[in-house]
């Protein structure tokens, strides 16, 4: 498995841009598909994008579709979530994830998870 270790939350207003970082353990980072999901207060966790090996393709929920924007760089053993025009309805806890094969939107494909990084927007 590897560590992951998510960064860059904070309290931004309605219509900013933030980006949330997530810095993987381990020499072998481009094998993993790396995700970010989220968790609003009484909510379940939703996938929010994940992103292949390589960077090759990714996958959006359709709530963030065009103003969410995940990458990678393999050789710093990090992946980010771009986030713009920011809604009240995107506050949760924003985790990082990573799985050797699975590259869906189930919270139940990932093997390895970050502590998460709290995003808040206000209106």
């Known amino acids: 498995q590897v560590q992951l270790v998510e960064s860059g939350g904070g309290l931004v207003q309605a219509g900013d841009s933030l980006r949330v970082s997530c810095a993987a353990s381990?020499?072998?980072?481009?094998?993993?598909?790396m995700a970010w999901f989220r968790q609003a207060p009484g909510k379940e966790r939703e996938f929010v994008s994940s992103?292949?090996?390589?960077?090759?393709?990714?996958y959006y929920a359709d709530s963030v579709k065009g103003r969410f924007t995940i990458s990678r760089n393999n050789a710093r053993n990090m992946v980010y979530l771009q986030m713009n025009s920011l809604k009240d309805e995107d506050t949760a806890v924003y985790y990082c994830?990573?799985?050797?094969?699975?590259?869906?939107?189930?919270?139940?494909?990932?093997?390895?998870w970050g502590q998460g990084t709290q995003v808040t927007v206000s209106t």
């Open positions: 992103i292949t090996w390589t960077g090759g393709s990714t």
């Open positions: 381990g020499r072998t980072f481009s094998s993993y598909v």
């Open positions: 994830a990573a799985d050797s094969q699975y590259y869906g939107n189930s919270a139940y494909g990932y093997t390895s």
